[in-house]
C-alpha cells in the first residue's frame, strides 16, 4: 500500500525535524517502517490534484491552527483536505496541545474569508498561488469543513492514562465519526537504551506547558532545568543527557490538560520518573499519584521503586509495537496481512 504523510506545519511535512527533536508524525513514519507499505512524508501542494492523490491508499494530514506562524505549509494541506474530504482515504492529525485553537482559527477565516491569505502570511509556502481564484476557493473550502463538518478518521496521540472522550472534549466543538487515540511510545523505548548514570544531581529536567503558574504551584526545592525546546536544532541527545543527570522530570499540561509529548517516554527510559498533573496520571497508579515534594524527600530506595512501578504501568498501559502498527492500520481504516509485520 502507498500512504501519504503531510500537513500544515514543518513537523507534519519535514524528516529532518524528527531527527533534530522527535515527534508524532515521525513516529508515524516509523512505524510504517516495519512493515512493506511505502510511505511518502513530504510538503503538500495547492497544485496537487485528484489525478496525483489517487495514487495514494491513505493520506494523512496534520492540522494546526490556521492562524498560527507554525502552518507555514498550510494552504497545501486545506487543498488536499478539500480535495478528499469525503474520500474515505483521509485521516486528520490533530498532534499539537491547545487544540481548540484549531476551531477558532477556522472561525475566523469563515468570518473574514480574507484573512486567509493576509500580508501576514507572506512568508507561508504558496502564498501567491494561494491567492489565485482557482486555488483561493478550494482552500477556503478545506477550512470551512474543518469547522463545520463531521470529522471522519482522526487520530489524536495518547497518554496511557487518557482516553478518546478526553482528548475530544479538548475540542469543543468539533464532532467527530471515527476518534483513534494512538500511542507509539513503544518505539521510543526500543530507540532509547536505558543508560542509567550513576551521578544524579538534584535537579529537575522540566518542560514548560501552556497552563499558567503550573511550575510555581510545584513548590520544588531542587533545582529546575528546562528542557531544549527548539525544533531549528539537533535536541535529541542533548535531551537524553539532561535526563540522564536529573532526578526527576516535571512535564507542565497544556491550559486543556496533559498532553502527549515524547519526553515522558525519553525520561523514563533513561532512569528519570515523570511527574505531571496528578489528577489526571493518578489513573495509571500509585506511582503516579505522588507529588514532587514528597519525591524529593525519598530515599533513594524508595526512588528506584517509584521509577520502577511508573515504568512497568506506563509501557503496559501504553502497549508494544505491533498493538501500535495494528492501532495505526484500523485509524486509516486499512486492513494490514499478517506478513507485513517484519522484524526490526
Request: aromatic residues 12%; neutral net charge; contains cysteine.
Amino acid at each position: 500500500m502507498k500512504i501519504l504523510l503531510t500537513g500544515m506545519t514543518s513537523q507534519h511535512t519535514n524528516p529532518d525535524t524528527h531527527k533534530k527533536r522527535v515527534n508524532f508524525a515521525g513516529l508515524i513514519r516509523d512505524a510504517f517502517r516495519i512493515t512493506e507499505d511505502e510511505v511518502y512524508w513530504q510538503e503538500p501542494s495547492v497544485t496537487w490534484d485528484d489525478d496525483y492523490l489517487k495514487q495514494f491508499d491513505a493520506v494523512i494530514v496534520g492540522v494546526a491552527p490556521l492562524s498560527s506562524l507554525g502552518a507555514n505549509r498550510a494552504y497545501g494541506a486545506l487543498n488536499v483536505i478539500s480535495r478528499l474530504w469525503n474520500s474515505g482515504r483521509l485521516t486528520l492529525l490533530v498532534d499539537a496541545p491547545d487544540c481548540v485553537k484549531i476551531e477558532t482559527s477556522a472561525q475566523a477565516i469563515i468570518d473574514h474569508p480574507e484573512s486567509l491569505v493576509k500580508e501576514f502570511f507572506s512568508h507561508r509556502k504558496e502564498y501567491r498561488l494561494a491567492r489565485e481564484k482557482q486555488h483561493f476557493d478550494r482552500l477556503y473550502t478545506g477550512a470551512f469543513m474543518l469547522r463545520t463538518q463531521l470529522w471522519r478518521q482522526t487520530i489524536f496521540p495518547r497518554l496511557p492514562w487518557q482516553h478518546a472522550e478526553d482528548l475530544v472534549d479538548q475540542m469543543r466543538n468539533t464532532k467527530f465519526v471515527q476518534v483513534t487515540p494512538l500511542n507509539l511510545d513503544s518505539f521510543l523505548f526500543s530507540r532509547y537504551a536505558a543508560d542509567y548514570n550513576l551521578t544524579r544531581h538534584r535537579w529537575w529536567a522540566y518542560e514548560a506547558g501552556s497552563a499558567p503558574g503550573w511550575l510555581e504551584k510545584q513548590q520544588v526545592c531542587w533545582t529546575v532545568d528546562e528542557l531544549p525546546s527548539t525544533h531549528r536544532v539537533p535536541t535529541n541527545e542533548m535531551t537524553l543527557q539532561q535526563l540522564r543527570a536529573s532526578r526527576g522530570t516535571l512535564i507542565a499540561p497544556s491550559k486543556s490538560g496533559t498532553w502527549w509529548t515524547p519526553r515522558y517516554a525519553m525520561s523514563l527510559s533513561q532512569g528519570t520518573p515523570v511527574f505531571s498533573d496528578w489528577r489526571e496520571t493518578k489513573d495509571l497508579g500509585e506511582a503516579w499519584s505522588v507529588l514532587p515534594t514528597g519525591f524529593e524527600m525519598m530515599t533513594d530506595v524508595e526512588k528506584a521503586q517509584l521509577l520502577t512501578r511508573q515504568t512497568m504501568t506506563f509501557e503496559m498501559a501504553a502497549g508494544n509495537r505491533r498493538m501500535a502498527l495494528d492501532n495505526l492500520y484500523s485509524a486509516l481504516n486499512l486492513e494490514r496481512k499478517a506478513e507485513t509485520w517484519m522484524a526490526g
